[in-house]
């Protein structure tokens, strides 16, 4: 029988001073925050398993993970001591549940949601600065969306990998890519079972060209039929990039 119970984490962060989810040698990471936090409060160590691995800068108001611990509580009592020995730092535990061993944050995911926010203005930041890409030339929003169904599917995206990427595969099928306005703020929403590294940030820099009037729809979609990262229009900065959502 074993002595570690699972528990399922819903997490909320501001990336913008760390070099992404994953723990990495000294450099600041979610997990590694995480991990530091929950042995204060076990004594022990405890690998934090989240449903994805953001990258530096890329926030967070749905993550998801789990954790095994060698104390069998009430869960809301290991959100509030994860939070209490998280004082200071950017990240909040929003809601704690206990799992079964077979529940796994990452390889039970069915479905994972990111939004990037724009922010379509010629006066400059300030609330918002690192939370959102401030583009100051009017963006085409019709057509960035009409533009965006091209990707949806399943297509191969090397175009849009980092060549750092380590998926076996370029092949990924997008659910859903969805851009909308509200104002000043432009959201691009989009939904897959994963993607590849760097994906949702390079199909939002070439969103912007569409909408920018730099690329028409047809150069999106040649892009991507060049399976090229030479191809690739542009890179969108992480400030914008929310995990949203993960669906099981």
Known sequence: MSDL?????????????????????????????????????????CRFHGAG?????????????????PRDLEAFKVMDALNF?????AISILKAERVDEEFHARFSAKKRHYRYHIINRRAKLSL????AWQIKEKLDVDAMNDAAQILVGKHDFTTFRSVQCQSKSPLKTLEKLNVIRDGENIYIDTSAISYL????????????????????????????LAADRNALGFNAPPDGLYFMQVEY
């Open 128 to 131: 918002l600065r690192g939370k």
């Open 197 to 224: 590294h760097h994906q949702v940030r390079s199909m939002v820099g070439c969103l912007y060209y569409v909408g920018a009037g730099k690329w028409t729809k047809q150069d999106l979609e040649n892009a991507l």
């Open 53 to 69: 691995r953001t990258d530096a800068g890329v926030h967070a108001i749905g993550m998801i993970a789990h954790v095994d611990i």
């Open 85 to 89: 020995h998280l004082k200071g730092i």
């Open 5 to 45: 119970f699972r528990y399922k984490l819903t997490i909320e962060y501001d990336g913008a001073n760390y070099h992404g989810w994953q723990m990495q040698e000294n450099v600041p990471s979610i997990q590694r925050d995480l991990e530091e936090a929950a042995f204060k409060f076990c004594q022990c160590q």
